[in-house]
């Protein structure tokens, strides 16, 4: 298996393979960079069709989170780690107490969270073993769930899109179409509905519709039309990929502001959204509320002012973003990973 000719290698600190027959623990931790401090990024845990497969993953997942951690100018580097679902019956704590062990020994290059596969009793199991975990729900400087922060970070940044394209940022009257009502999509409804918006919503879950159409007053469409409303502002908080060769032409928002991560299906979609007209706030960087949060607890002491700081620093972001990207003619996407590749450079 190619590692350091991988196509996704892009000249990561190192990747680390970890490996317990007993437990069926085969772990990949890709570290892209610490040059601001320990790597930090969740652990995947995914049925892989290949090791080359998983691989990829965790290169690509991890070089992101360097760029993520930079963009909200956050003391971490940026790192990923996934674990490849063993085929056939195993036992849960032991795989977890062994990537627990391969994390410890790693020496705090590498931080883990949750990511998907992954729940908070996992992270208590890994904390059984390392220290170098933050995202727990219980202790001292314990930061819990990062929706909430997440949401709030999205809010506040499409509040400054909305200020860039239409001089101010009263959401009164906005329509807005959010595609997901999951912990970050519903948060940022009830924000939305609050702030005097009117909420176009979709879902494949229909309690959680049936909530948003009672307590916000929100509109219920089918889940393949969202994206296609007469709007204002897009929001994609579900999965990846909801812009498209195929969706992007049926846009009628001026602006995209989703939580949702790898928005674009590839960035060669990025064109087409400039050629329509719409003005696309990078995911990675408005979406850095979670990993805020999970500093905030990395730091070993969590303060509410620290968070806060840094949720202000990523709304100003957005706006030099947005202005940047207005007055030298790129897209917004070029232009935050201009800040965070020049971040990462100055460490
Ligand atoms: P979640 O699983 O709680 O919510 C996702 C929601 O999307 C669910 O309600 C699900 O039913 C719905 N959904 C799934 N498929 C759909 C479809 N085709 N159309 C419409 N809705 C669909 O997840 P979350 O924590 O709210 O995260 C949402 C997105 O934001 C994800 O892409 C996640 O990676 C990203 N994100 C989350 C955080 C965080 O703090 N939770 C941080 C950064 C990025």
Not at 11 to 21: I, K, M, R, S, W
Not at 33 to 61: C, H, I, K, M, N
Not at 97 to 115: C, F, K, N, Q, S
Not at 210 to 216: D, F, I, T, Y
Request: hydrophobic share 40%; glycine share 10%; net charge negative.
């Amino acid at each position: 298996m190619a590692v350091f000719s991988h196509a996704d290698f892009a000249d990561h600190e190192g990747v680390y393979f970890a490996h317990d027959p007993e437990s069926n623990l085969r772990a990949i931790i890709a570290v892209h960079s610490t040059v601001r401090g320990p790597a930090a990024g969740g652990t995947r845990f995914w049925r892989y069709e290949s090791d080359e497969a998983a691989l990829t993953d965790a290169l690509r997942l991890s070089k992101a989170m360097s760029y993520k951690n930079a963009a909200a100018d956050l003391p971490l580097g940026g790192g990923k780690a996934v674990l490849i679902y063993p085929e056939g019956e195993f036992d849960r704590v032991s795989l977890f107490e062994a990537y627990g062990r391969a994390i410890d020994r790693l020496g705090g290059t590498y931080i883990t969270a949750e990511d998907v596969g992954v729940s908070p009793e996992d992270m208590d199991i890994i904390h059984s073993q390392t220290k170098y975990v933050a995202g727990l729900s219980a202790g001292e400087a314990a930061s819990g769930d990062p929706s909430p922060v997440t949401a709030e970070g999205v809010f506040r940044g499409l509040k400054a899109g909305v200020k860039h394209i239409w001089g101010n940022d009263d959401l009164s009257g906005k329509t807005v179409a959010v595609q997901g009502l999951g912990h970050v999509g519903y948060a940022l409804c009830e924000k939305l509905h609050a702030a005097g918006a009117k909420l176009f919503v979709a879902d494949i879950n229909d309690e959680v519709l049936e909530r948003a159409k009672m307590s916000l007053n929100a509109t219920v469409v089918d889940i393949h039309d969202i994206h296609a409303q007469e709007v204002d502002v897009f929001c994609p908080c579900a999965l990846g990929g909801a812009l498209s060769a195929q969706t992007i032409p049926e846009i009628k928002a001026k602006l995209i502001a989703g939580a949702a991560n790898n928005q674009l299906a590839s960035p060669e979609v990025m064109p087409l959204l400039e050629k329509n007209g719409i003005t696309y706030l990078p995911d990675y960087v408005l979406n850095a509320g979670g990993i805020i949060n999970v500093a905030a607890e990395v730091s070993g002491k969590y303060s509410l002012e620290w968070v806060e700081q840094k949720l202000v620093g990523l709304e100003a972001t957005i706006s030099e973003i947005l202005k940047v990207s207005e007055g030298e003619g790129v897209t917004t996407l070029q232009v935050a990973n201009r800040i965070a590749e020049e971040r990462l450079k100055r460490g």
